[in-house]
């Protein structure tokens, strides 16, 4: 099987290859400062650019939140007990994993319990799974454990092992359809995984790009939280919106934004969960004229009732401080105890968020 070849230390470096790596070392330094800041918009730059929305868990993190000892080869019944823990605390609802981790562990070698960190991304063509791996999780291993299992392995060593619905059954009947293909690379430090080997090979071969440079950017200003989700502007317009309700709550939406003040159509969504226990909301509009206008209003309507989800927000959270800052507006929301803001405030209707 493929395997990565590290080469034997150098103890003498001869004067023009220590002006090379002079060079090399000035453009990794460059390339750092020009990288974007966070670990989830990092990931979110290995993905493909027509990405549209983003589902990010930060594995190490949650495992440090719950002081937890899973680990490398914890049982699939320790690992189900962790994954319990991380939905309670809602620190779980933006993986695709949920009921895989237990078998993933077991059967292959990797798992929530394990990787550094998740992120599920989709677009219009296609979702892949990019796991950030350290030294936890031996690669070289999990390749001997595709093969045992039934996966074919690739010719080259950054290729796509094929695996398929047959095979993963064989697995285990509760692992998603999204770790049907993997692609092991481990010099990167990273697994990827996808429904579609086509897909997962177009991924792979594209890694090095950019990805959704202004849903990068807004990723940003989550800072680095425990789990969010991202979305352009036209998925959060559509799943977010109020029209997902019925006329009767519709209705009072539409009195509640009128007596809160005008809001603006989105151009991209992000909510994280952050270590403080937190959660932040950060709204793009088109124009940052109306971002500080914006973010009074929405404010106000993130203060009030829910028409569509039942009750107040304020049952739920209480909103500790908002503003803007250029086409962004931000507020800081702290849940109240018990409830589950990450799950509820991802999909629709969410009123502070209608377009």
Request: aromatic share 6%; glycine share 10%.
């Amino acid at each position: 099987m493929p395997h990565r070849v590290v080469p034997r230390a150098v103890t003498r470096v001869l004067p023009a290859l220590a002006a090379v790596l002079v060079l090399l070392v000035g453009g990794l330094v460059g390339w750092r400062l020009l990288s974007p800041a966070t670990p989830l918009a990092r990931a979110m730059s290995l993905v493909p650019a027509d990405t549209t929305r983003f589902s990010w868990t930060d594995w190490a993190g949650v495992r440090r939140e719950l002081d937890t000892g899973v680990g490398p080869g914890s049982s699939g019944e320790e690992v189900d007990d962790f994954m319990a823990a991380a939905f309670d605390a809602d620190l779980s609802p933006m993986s695709a994993l949920g009921t895989s981790a237990g078998v993933m562990e077991a059967e292959l070698g990797f798992s929530p319990a394990s990787v550094s960190w998740e992120l599920f991304a989709q677009s219009g063509t296609g979702a892949v799974e990019v796991l950030g791996v350290d030294d936890g999780v031996d690669v070289d291993a999990v390749a001997d454990r595709l093969v045992d299992l039934g996966w074919t392995e690739p010719e080259e060593a950054d290729g796509v092992w094929v695996g398929g619905p047959d095979v993963l059954s064989g697995v285990g009947s509760m692992l998603t359809p999204e770790l049907q293909h993997v692609a092991l690379l481990a010099d990167e430090g990273l697994v990827l995984t996808s429904d579609q080997a086509p897909y997962l090979q177009q991924v792979v071969d594209g890694i090095d790009g950019d990805g959704p440079e202004e849903l990068v950017e807004l990723a940003e200003a989550l800072d680095e939280p425990l789990a969010a989700a991202v979305y352009d502007g036209a998925y959060a317009c559509e799943h977010l919106a109020m029209a997902q309700a019925d006329d009767d709550a519709q209705a009072e939406a539409d009195q509640l934004v009128a007596a809160a003040g005008a809001v603006h159509p989105l151009t991209g969504y992000a909510l994280g969960r952050l270590p403080s226990g937190g959660v932040r909301a950060v709204l793009q509009v088109e124009d940052e004229d109306d971002a500080a206008a914006d973010a009074e209003a929405r404010s106000r309507l993130a203060a009030g009732p829910a028409p569509g989800q039942g009750g107040d927000f304020t049952d739920r959270f209480a909103v500790e401080a908002a503003g803007s800052e250029g086409r962004e507006v931000v507020l800081d929301l702290r849940p109240v105890e018990g409830a589950y803001v990450l799950s509820e405030l991802t999909s629709g209707p969410v009123l502070f968020a209608t377009c």
